[in-house]
């Protein structure tokens, strides 16, 4: 299995820390340090793009990884992003991605930040119907390159996480599609710049049949629209299909999720029409994969663009961080090593232990990894100034000593994002580097004092 596909081991981690510390890229001051494989980063972008028509639009969820140096990386390589705020816009579009290669999903967007975006063409993903109506007034004075989507909850459950879970009986997104189906269907009949649905059934936690489920759900809604809209209109309406992300990672070694193969298969099987090249049925085409196969001959030849959201399944795998041990601790029957990452950098872990678990190493001050195990188990502790500040509780780890160094595996995605203000920290140093080591490149330098004042202030 090519290596971009799993989880970066202890040994080629070991590696590029080793070559960091030759370097000098690790400074006294240079307590916790983020780094990103970006080798490994753009493989499994080219693997995505390998698995969806070559019209997909792949949004990457710009929440996940803000990061300047790797939004310009991925931006080079033919990606658009997916933005939950007017700040993450403005911020892709300071990175210089064209307007068109943004979609932009807040639930709160307001009439100003609307009509920002529909001057500026940016794809949009309607959250309510109130929105729906804001944008239809925004309209009438104005002509816009934006397509318009509208979120919807197809409402088929949760998954094992519930705050990763957005499609349950009720959700704070979109439009619940049991309860507002023939709403929603006049909603396409009565507005002809509604062009696109939205959904997103969750992320880690939501297993494949779920997510798969969810986009079958809005794809029969698809077909039966386009078939009234065709019949009334003349033409199919629903042009744009935005399937989210929430693809799950692995956060251990050696147990692999889903790949993203096996996922786009079973969407194929769900959902063919989506993933014809070029058009969303073929005449004379009765094979639907719906639960109304009557409805694929019915629709005329219409392009379909697909959207992607992929957040977490990008970024996670390939990042990792290393905290120096400041200290260590003692007790009957368990360890502590006191570390300079915690809830600032860790908040879900932090709060919620039992469902982000991740894999540590521990590193020598030559950045070698130790063996074996220690007799009793360890905690590893954060520097923030609240009890619950514990990344991990009772794991097993080899003899831990000061100076030592922890590694914790796959932070790529939805930790630096994360960053918390509590106790004034200075946010790490964050390291990209090619081929374990050979190359590396600063995406962000460690935080100031000047630059915590300026925060403050």
Same mark, same amino acid.
């Given at each position: 299995?090519? @290596? ?19 370097? #000098? ?47 310009? /990386? ?29 979609? @932009? *999903? ?7 930040? /609307? ?11 309607? *959250?309510? =119907? ?39 009986? @009720?959700?704070?997104?979109? &439009? ?34 779920? /997510? ?5 759900? $809005? ?43 096996? @996922? ?38 219409? #392009? ?26 003692? *007790?009957? #029957? &368990?360890?502590?090593?006191? /570390? ?22 521990? $590193?020598? #001050? ?43 595996? *796959? ?43 300026? =925060?403050?202030?």
């Amino acid at each position: 299995m090519p @290596y971009f596909m799993e989880n970066l081991s202890p040994g080629k981690i070991s590696s590029a820390f080793k070559r960091a510390l030759q370097a #000098g890229l690790i400074r006294e001051e240079d307590t916790a340090v983020i780094f990103y494989d970006l080798t490994f980063l753009k493989e499994r972008l080219s693997y995505l793009s390998s698995c969806f028509p070559s019209t997909t639009l792949h949004g990457l969820a710009v929440k996940a990884c803000p990061l300047s140096g790797v939004m310009q /990386l991925t931006k080079e390589l033919g990606f658009g992003v997916e933005a939950a705020s007017m700040g993450e816009v403005k911020l892709a579009l300071h990175q210089g991605f064209d307007p068109g290669m943004i979609v @932009y *999903d807040s639930p709160v967007k307001t009439r100003e930040e /609307l009509e920002f975006a529909l001057d500026e063409g940016i794809h949009l993903n309607l *959250d309510n =119907f109130s929105e729906l109506e804001r944008v239809n007034i925004l309209l009438k004075n104005r002509e816009s390159k934006s397509t318009i989507g509208i979120r919807i909850n197809p409402q088929i459950g949760e998954g094992s996480i519930k705050e990763s879970s957005v499609a349950g009986e @009720y959700s704070k997104f979109g &439009v619940p599609l049991r309860f507002k189906k023939q709403e929603l269907t006049n909603a396409f009949l009565e507005n002809d710049f509604l062009s696109g649905m939205h959904l997103h059934v969750g992320s880690q936690g939501c297993p494949l049949e779920m /997510l798969v489920e969810g986009t079958g759900e $809005l794809y029969d809604l698809m077909l039966e629209i386009n078939r009234l809209t065709s019949a009334r209109k003349g033409y199919v309406q629903i042009t744009t299909f935005d399937i989210g992300g929430g693809l799950p990672v692995s956060y251990s070694l050696g147990r692999q999720p889903v790949s993203m193969e096996a @996922y786009v298969a079973a969407l194929k099987q769900r959902a063919p029409l989506l993933f014809r090249e070029g058009n969303l049925s073929l005449p004379g085409d009765t094979d639907s994969g719906s639960r109304f196969p009557d409805q694929g001959s019915r629709i005329k030849d219409q #392009g379909v663009r697909l959207i992607t959201e992929f957040g977490r399944w990008t970024y996670t795998n390939p990042g990792w961080t290393v905290s120096r041990v400041e200290y260590v601790k003692h *007790d009957p #029957g &368990v360890s502590t090593a006191m /570390l300079h990452v915690g809830a600032d950098l860790f908040v879900r872990e932090c709060l919620n232990p039992r469902d982000w678990l991740h894999e540590y190493t521990v $590193l020598d #001050g030559e950045g070698n990894p130790r063996t074996g195990n220690s007799v009793n188990p360890w905690n590893l502790a954060g520097p923030l100034c609240f009890s619950g500040d514990i990344l991990a509780k009772g794991v097993s780890l080899p003899e831990v000593r000061e100076g030592d160094h922890i590694v914790i595996h *796959d932070t790529g995605g939805y930790t630096f994002s994360m960053w918390s203000r509590y106790n004034s920290r200075f946010a790490p140093r964050i390291i990209g580097y090619y081929n374990e080591g050979e190359s590396f490149v600063l995406l962000k330098e460690r935080e100031e004092m000047e630059d915590i004042i300026r =925060f403050w202030t």
